[in-house]
């Protein structure tokens, strides 16, 4: 499936937008492609656009005080990032870089408000999106407050078994709150 293909698939019946809208907003969009670690949004940037990843994995990340890299979240196939600018119009308070080699539909943040205006369908979707993100971030605030690591492990490698097997067991390891040597031992113990 070319990139258009996997566009027009995902607009027609992942967010279930009728042919015709969804031929009309395809328009809006450019495609990009990225070699794995390509920085795609630098912390402290505003960024003007949001992507939809069509083939690749990436993750944002920031810089704790320790200088340590924590990943805030992963974005596979079908999956959007560049969020922050769009809702809260300031600089990405993350880092977002490729994990592999990446191909990604991109479209202005002004254009998905000016469509949004004119099709409510579209901002049914968008509205969607945006509150399946939150619930992502509330679910991993409350994993990491109520679970143990083996536990938010076990869980994460249950809801995510494609990025267990695609990313960098540190990424998974900071993502998890936990240091990669203790994420070797519950893969021993836990045999994901």
């Known amino acids: 499936m070319n990139k258009q293909e996997a566009l027009f698939s995902y607009l027609s019946s992942q967010l279930s937008l009728d042919k015709e809208i969804a031929q009309q907003i395809e328009g809006f969009f450019t495609f990009v492609q990225f070699e794995a670690g390509k920085e795609i949004i630098r912390m402290g940037a505003k960024t003007d656009s949001m992507y939809l990843v069509l083939k690749g994995l990436v993750r944002a990340f920031y810089i704790d005080e320790n200088g340590s890299e924590i990943t805030k979240c992963f974005a596979k196939e079908n999956e ?4 922050y600018s769009y809702l809260s119009d300031e600089p990405s308070p993350f880092f977002v870089e490729t994990l592999e080699k ?18 409510p369908a579209l901002a049914q979707n968008v509205s969607a999106l945006v509150n399946q993100a939150y619930l992502q971030t509330d679910k991993k605030a409350y994993n990491f407050a109520s679970k143990e690591a083996k536990e938010r492990y076990i869980d994460f490698a249950r809801e995510n078994p494609e990025i267990i097997k695609r990313a960098k067991q ?3 390891a900071s993502y998890l709150g936990i240091t990669p040597s203790s994420l070797s031992r519950l893969n021993r113990e836990i045999k994901i």
């Open 80 to 83: 959007w990032f560049g969020f």
């Open 170 to 172: 540190e990424h998974i």
């Open 102 to 119: 990446t191909e990604a539909a991109v479209i202005k943040t002004a254009s998905i408000r000016t469509l949004c205006q004119k099709m």
